[in-house]
T-cell receptor, first 108, second 113 residues
Framework: GIQVEQSPPDLILQEGANSTLRCNFSDSVNNLQWFHQNPWGQLINLFYIPSGTKQNGRLSATTVATERYSLLYISSSQTTDSGVYFCAVYTGGFKTIFGAGTRLFVKA | GAGVSQSPSNKVTEKGKDVELRCDPISGHTALYWYRQSLGQGLEFLIYFQGNSAPDKSGLPSDRFSAERTGGSVSTLTIQRTQQEDSAVYLC???????????FGPGTRLTVL
């Protein structure tokens, strides 16, 4: 089945810094989502982005489907950005596959 | 309601007991998904419903796990004869259709003593 790899696994930032999170996938996908899991466990939708670039405030995402990767950019990070960031891919079957996540901690 | 709801939010049970977890999807969403998240881990896909039918049950960890959905809305995940390794957060999501954007509920934290 499809493999989804996220990097880096852990990231510590000083408040105000920028970062890029990566999601690589091993096969063609029909859609891709980025989620933020906050410290209380709630999964928050960030982007639904099978291809192209989207921006929402300090966050933006780019998916290059032909090269099988997606990037999530966080600019001017805040302590509330802390948590785990997951990408999830759907390949047209019955399953959605999640990556292992990037654990982000933003220091004040 | 506006979002996906799940109940109970927490469940503590003894090994060997049966438990039922409930998911109420966003109104109008025909697709419903169950996932399991063990402590500090990613999400493990369990089962997907389109309407009331689940075309693929191979993600369920064992035959002690079953799920149903009635009326194209509420779904229940049942775990029979619970084991300690079943302890995890069980998450439900729904979407307008297969492959569309998924929205998650708050989860049910299951602890098997």
């Amino acid at each position: 089945g499809i493999q989804v790899e996220q990097s880096p696994p852990d990231l510590i930032l000083q408040e105000g810094a920028n970062s890029t999170l990566r999601c690589n996938f091993s096969d063609s996908v029909n859609n891709l989502q980025w989620f933020h899991q906050n410290p209380w466990g709630q999964l928050i939708n960030l982007f639904y982005i099978p291809s192209g670039t989207k921006q929402n405030g300090r966050l933006s995402a780019t998916t290059v489907a032909t090269e099988r990767y997606s990037l999530l950019y966080i600019s001017s990070s805040q302590t509330t950005d802390s948590g785990v960031y997951f990408c999830a891919v759907y390949t047209g079957g019955f399953k959605t596959i999640f990556g292992a996540g990037t654990r982000l901690f933003v220091k004040a | 309601g506006a979002g996906v709801s799940q109940s109970p939010s927490n469940k503590v049970t003894e090994k060997g007991k049966d438990v039922e977890l409930r998911c109420d999807p966003i109104s109008g969403h025909t697709a419903l998904y169950w996932y399991r998240q063990s402590l500090g881990q990613g999400l493990e896909f369990l089962i997907y419903f389109q309407g009331n039918s689940a075309p693929d049950k191979s993600g369920l960890p064992s035959d002690r796990f079953s799920a149903e959905r009635t009326g194209g809305s509420v779904s229940t995940l049942t775990i029979q004869r619970t084991q300690q390794e079943d302890s995890a957060v069980y998450l439900c999501a729904s979407s307008r259709g297969q492959g569309n954007e998924q929205f998650f509920g708050p989860g049910t934290r299951l602890t098997v003593l």
